[in-house]
């Protein structure tokens, strides 16, 4: 009996939106926040710029600035990047919402409820185990493996426990790349 797996599948993590943000609105004591569409604003004072990203509360709709770059000589910042911030950039928007030192440096952490999926491409064939499955993440997603394998395997918890090895802690969350192998069950 072979345990090499034969059969390789490849799993996506992707985002489907922007994800909502934990951050305290002054006003109202809400503690989710929205981009919405993606708004920069641009501030020059002489030959300093300051950059911001606009958050919405989304229970007083109170706009909040998260600061981008704060008093950054127009020379020291990338044309192309400020091009970005002029113009509400959709992928400026998310790289900054998504770098954590502009999270930690604002003092949020992001909530990713709903807002990302798990494509599992290939149909599944019974052909026979065991089964490798690699995990890529196209953004970093925070997720807990063993829930994430449960969810797109139709496995139960204690099936994953059973039947999944891999060389990463299942239970410690994580947001980047991972393989498993599946093995037969009873
Ligand atoms: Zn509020």
Request: hydrophobic share 40%; charged share 25%; glycine share 8%.
């Amino acid at each position: 009996m072979s345990s090499q797996p034969h059969i390789v599948l490849p799993w996506t993590v992707r985002r489907t939106r922007l994800p909502l943000l934990f951050f305290r609105c002054v006003d109202c004591g809400c503690e989710s926040a929205t981009t919405g569409a993606g708004r920069f604003r641009v501030n020059a004072n002489g030959k300093l710029l300051d950059v911001w990203l606009l958050v919405r509360c989304v229970s007083c709709n109170r706009t909040s600035k998260l600061t981008v770059h704060e008093r950054v000589p127009v020379t020291g910042l990338d044309p192309g990047a400020l091009r970005g911030y002029r113009c509400n950039d959709p992928d400026l928007v998310a790289s900054t919402l998504l770098d954590p030192l502009f999270g930690r440096r604002n003092r949020f952490t992001l909530d990713w409820a709903g807002a990302w999926r798990l494509d599992c491409g290939s149909v599944w064939v019974d052909s026979g185990w065991p089964v490798r499955v690699e995990v890529t993440f196209d953004d970093p997603v925070p997720v807990r493996p063993d829930r994430l394998i449960a969810q797109g395997l139709g496995f139960s918890r204690g099936e994953v426990v059973r039947r999944v090895k891999s060389d990463v802690s299942l239970r410690h969350q994580r947001s980047s790349g991972f393989a498993f192998t599946v093995m037969a069950g009873e």
